[in-house]
């Protein structure tokens, strides 16, 4: 051996700490988990007492026509949310199109409006005797096409929800590198082959996850399809429960729609690809370059205004409309009070709940990377294919042979826990992940126990995702409709029940005060959460 | 015995990577120990489970006399009265300097943590948040929080590798008058050797898991116990060599020698112990020159084509590329069997 050394370079060690949780939290999280598969594990058992009766009940009522309605409904929603969040979003964040930041305010606001709000504001605006009628018709025009069942249904579910993709795809764009784009640009390819075959599948699984919270709402969606007559697995069950002493067959119908839910859970886990659920990677990026649209800025303009239009300007046209029309003498005051406080009060409990149940399996995740992590994930995140109507029926099946706590306050906000535990985890989890494990490693060693640094050091930190959770779950709480219905105390109204009691049976004056109330109540929460999306704009720059 | 650390047979691997394959590490009281290695040969695995967070697949740690780490033991981190300054500082963003410092002392008891900023000269900036600081300021607060609640041990995880060059000589020099100032002991790690010559009491030097030699740093660039311990403190030259007679011979000649060892050997010599003479008729010619002010390193190429490093004293306006220069041994050579 001869010549001058250098120091030798070892192999870097890089590879995640297994570290065991400790027991209490592993304890917490399992118990978590065990209260999200409650009502599945209440409806299977329930199923199985089915007699041949029901079973008949089942296969003659038309189970697979309902289920096509339902799968076919979905996919044209989740369509339709694409074609509008994805173009809106690209262009408000990478375009000159004319205001801009404009645009990008209106967007998510949709948002607020529940889907039986959406329907009773469709169909007063462009239903048989609606106001489009008597704007239209001293121009001639006579009548409108229908917009009861399929074409409604769609309509509603599809301007009222395409704010999930939007936002979604938004956050994933202004995350995007530019140096990606710049690459193939010297690479020699065009613009649009550049979009195509990079910003478009790096896109991918934010469109993905945006879908899939739009295919699950429809699913899910009870109030806009039974306002507008279309009959779906939920309507069906609905009535199943109503209409029949014997409770199996709606427990069964309940698993079927599960299991449809659970095979749109995996389609998105397979579109998705293997990247992560919209989580942005750290590092400096360069700001984005500003795509000029010379001649096409006009139908950009003008493709913006028709959304903003649809989704924006009719409810507030309705909503003016009746609010208008309304002698304030008719006004309860007393019971508008009412409902807003039941809102209000279920909504502030129902996240502070969900946002303590969801703590242990979110630190889990964040920090404790093993085979238990990885289940209890999987399984609050399925949580997401269970629909309101369903966890609300196991409950009143669970809740009526305990008559203690039917129909209480506490089996309500458990019933919210469970529906709405994985929307909260996800975003903690994102927070706990943005707090260095050094800092708690710091904390540790300057003698605070894990306890103390998790209450000193982490949450103080991840305090803004928290907030962006509880708002989250607010807002979703305040919109909730059929686990509201079924479940709350009698006697007890919050706005959502209150607007749909009034609109089930078509007087939409009355519903219409309730529901503006409702729709500006969830504008706070609805800013809380659209920040989260823009603030990682700021980090990304 | 006065180690306040005592460190045995440390193993841990991460899958199929050894990183610790024996480590033992003995640190008397008071002593500002480095603990030098090339990156990734096992260095802060070593420091995390000295720290307790990380466990050993096999191994012991004593702090004092207590057994702290063994395959029974774990006594959590907070309870081994060691402190820790991470590479990034790892400031709490939310809390101020003062209450950064003072995160460790019971509350309401603030003196000792007035008393450490002062010491790092830091005092008139206790209500700044660590945004608010440079990074020399945010790596003393981070020193200051280490020490504030007097702990046995301050373990120090490449703290200065994130300052800028012109930075780091400074905050060394204050960090180790800091540390000697409040009688601590210390492990640093670094894989930077001239940062550990240059504020270490001892070094030890270890690679692939293992610590393979631990002694002062003169003791280390004069006498190490082997090639790869030389290479990773100070480097030089390796020549092959023969002993017999009462010589070593070298391609640089030969030069008397009175160690035990016989036949083929390998040479070691230093880039200051390599003298460096023009002479048009010698056969090996200078390549390179790096030129450092107050001296310079000079790359020559000998006949056979062995590549060797001198470092003549003083500017050497006739050491250029090209010029025909006659090598000889100026200095000691160590010999090391092969």
């Known amino acids: 051996m001869s010549g001058s050394i250098a120091t030798p370079i070892g192999k870097a060690i890089r590879s995640p700490r297994a570290v065991r949780p400790p027991l209490g939290l592993a304890t917490a999280a399992l118990a978590v988990c065990g209260v999200l598969a409650l009502p599945v594990v209440y409806l299977v058992a329930r199923s199985a007492q089915a007699d041949a009766a029901a079973w008949d009940l089942i296969l003659r009522s038309r189970t697979v026509l309902l289920a096509a309605r339902s799968l076919g409904l979905a996919a044209a929603v989740t369509a339709g949310a694409v074609a509008i969040g994805l173009p809106l979003a690209w262009l408000t964040v990478r375009t000159d199109l004319p205001l801009r930041r404009f645009w990008s305010v209106l967007a998510p606001l949709p948002l607020v409006v529940p889907s039986y709000v959406g329907a009773f504001i469709v169909l007063s605006a462009l239903g048989p005797d609606g106001l489009a009628l008597r704007l239209l018709g001293p121009l001639g025009v006579e009548r409108l096409p229908t917009i009861t069942g399929f074409s409604g249904a769609w309509l509603t579910l599809t301007l009222f929800t395409y704010p999930y993709v939007y936002l979604l795809a938004a956050a994933a764009l202004r995350g995007q590198d530019a140096a990606l784009e710049e690459t193939a640009w010297s690479l020699g390819r065009s613009r649009w082959s550049t979009f195509r075959n990079v910003t478009l599948p790096l896109l991918r699984p934010a469109i993905a996850a945006g879908g899939l919270l739009v295919a699950l709402y429809a699913l899910h969606d009870f109030g806009a399809v039974s306002l507008l007559r279309f009959q779906t697995f939920t309507q069906a069950i609905y009535l199943q429960y109503r209409a029949a002493f014997d409770r199996s067959p709606a427990a069964i119908l309940s698993l079927m729609l599960l299991a449809v839910a659970l095979v749109v859970l995996a389609l998105e886990r397979r579109a998705r690809g293997r990247a992560r659920l919209h989580r942005l990677g750290p590092g400096a990026r360069r700001r984005l370059t500003v795509v000029p649209l010379g001649r096409w800025r006009w139908p950009g303009v003008a493709f913006c205004a028709l959304v903003a239009l649809l989704a924006v300007g009719m409810p507030v046209a309705v909503l003016a409309y009746w609010l208008m029309r309304t002698s304030t003498l008719d006004i309860d005051l007393g019971a508008l009070a009412g409902m807003a406080g039941g809102s209000l009060m279920t909504a502030s409990l129902g996240a502070t709940v969900v946002l303590i149940l969801a703590l242990p399996v979110a630190v889990l995740g964040a920090r404790f990377p093993g085979r238990l992590t990885t289940a209890t994930e999987r399984l609050a995140f399925s949580g997401y294919a269970l629909p309101g109507i369903v966890v609300a029926l196991a409950f009143v099946f669970a809740g009526a042979g305990l008559p203690l706590v039917y129909q209480t306050l506490p089996l309500l906000l458990l019933a919210y826990a469970v529906l709405f535990l994985p929307q909260a985890s996800e975003p903690i989890r994102s927070a706990l992940l943005q707090v260095p494990p050094r800092l708690e490693e710091a904390g540790r060693i300057l003698g605070r126990t894990r306890t103390a640094v998790f209450r000193r050091v982490v949450l103080p930190q991840a305090a803004r995702g928290l907030a962006a959770g509880f708002a989250l779950v607010f807002l979703t709480v305040m919109k909730e409709l059929p686990a509201t219905l079924l479940l709350r105390p009698t006697g007890f109204e919050t706005l959502a029940t209150g607007v749909w009691t009034e609109s089930s049976v078509g007087r939409f004056g009355d519903a219409s005060i309730p529901a503006l109330l409702l729709v500006t109540l969830s504008a706070l929460p609805l800013y809380l959460v659209a920040r989260r999306f823009e603030t990682q704009e700021v980090r990304a720059e | ?338």
């Open chain 2, 1 to 338: 015995m006065n180690d306040i650390l005592k460190v045995r047979g440390l193993r841990k691997r991460f899958g199929d990577t050894v990183a610790l394959d024996g480590f033992d590490l003995d640190v008397p009281r008071g002593d500002l120990l480095a603990l030098l290695g090339p990156s990734g040969c096992g260095k802060t695995t070593a420091l995390r489970i000295i720290a307790g967070l990380d466990r050993p697949d096999g191994g012991e740690v004593w702090v004092g006399d207590r057994l702290a780490t063994s395959d029974r033991i774990l006594i959590p981190p907070e309870a081994r009265r060691i402190g820790m300054v991470f590479q990034e500082g790892a400031l709490f963003p939310h809390l101020d300097v003062l209450a950064n410092v003072a995160f460790g002392l019971s509350r309401g008891h603030e003196e000792p943590a007035r008393r450490v900023l002062e010491q790092v000269r830091l005092t008139g900036l206790e209500h700044r948040m660590p945004d608010e600081l440079s990074g020399g300021q945010q790596q003393r607060v981070a020193v200051a929080r280490a020490l504030a609640p007097a702990p046995e041990v301050v373990l120090l995880d490449e703290p200065f590798s994130n300052l800028d060059a012109a930075l780091r000589a400074g905050i060394r020099a204050d960090v180790r008058e800091v540390l000697k100032g409040a009688s601590a002991t210390a492990v640093f790690v670094t894989h930077d050797q001239e940062e550990a010559l240059s504020i270490a009491d001892r070094i030890a030097v270890m690679n692939r898991g293992r610590v393979l030699q631990v002694g002062t740093p003169q003791e280390l660039y004069e006498a190490p116990a082997s090639l790869e311990v030389a290479a990773l403190v100070g480097g030089g030259n390796v020549l092959e060599g023969h002993v017999d007679d009462g010589h070593v011979r070298t391609a640089l000649g030969a030069v008397p020698f009175k160690g035990a060892e016989t036949g083929a050997v390998s040479v070691l010599v230093r880039p200051e112990s390599l003298g460096l003479q023009p002479d048009p008729d010698s056969e090996a010619v200078v390549t390179g020159v790096e030129f450092y002010g107050h001296d310079q390193m000079v790359l020559v190429r000998l006949a056979d084509g062995t590549r060797l490093r001198s470092r003549p004293i003083g500017s050497r306006r006739d050491l250029v590329p090209g010029t025909r220069v006659r090598a000889s041994l100026d200095g000691p050579a160590r010999v090391f069997p092969r």
